[in-house]
């Protein structure tokens, strides 16, 4: 199965566009999509910002989206959505590993979700591209679609069994990758 796995969009039209057409280039089956689907009160701060858009785009993949809640996602926005946006967190088994699927603003390095034997912990919430080996897990952070911070460029992750891809979103360009 290929994952097309993004974060934090804040109501960008223009870069939610932009990373439907790689999850179509790329052939991917699924996505995971962890938070910050829009962005309430900052429009001006994002390029392209429509967040009714950005829901009417991603309503066309409800089927094949994998998502939960970030911390600029607020209840009434899940009228907007024909998929849930409402969760903390998911599972994904894949590839033999156990992935915990989450913003970040709750669970993440400096407080681990309460779960067993999780393999990946996925989070968005920094718009840092990121991937740690800790003793027990590995961290992995998409960065952003649409807002990076840091020295990063919008980005986003595609995982295909145990390999992952972090692409920028201008070019595709893979700019760090690994074996899980």
Partial sequence: MRYLIA???H???ECCRKMLEWYEEYG???MILLGDFLYHGHGGAVPGYDSKAVAEM???YASVIY???GNCDQDDD???FDFSIQADYILIPEGGKTYFCTHGHYYN???LPPVMGIDVLLTGHTHVPACENHIDYIYCNP???SLPRGMSKKSFMILEGNHLEWHALSDGHIFMQTDL
Wanted: aromatic fraction near 0%; include cysteine.
């Fill in 7 to 9: 974060s934090d969009i």
């Fill in 58 to 60: 991603l309503n066309r």
């Fill in 11 to 13: 109501g960008s039209d």
């Fill in 67 to 69: 998502a939960v809640n």
């Fill in 28 to 30: 991917c089956e699924r």
């Fill in 78 to 80: 899940q009228m907007l």
């Fill in 109 to 111: 390095c400096g407080h």
């Fill in 143 to 145: 960065g952003s679609v």
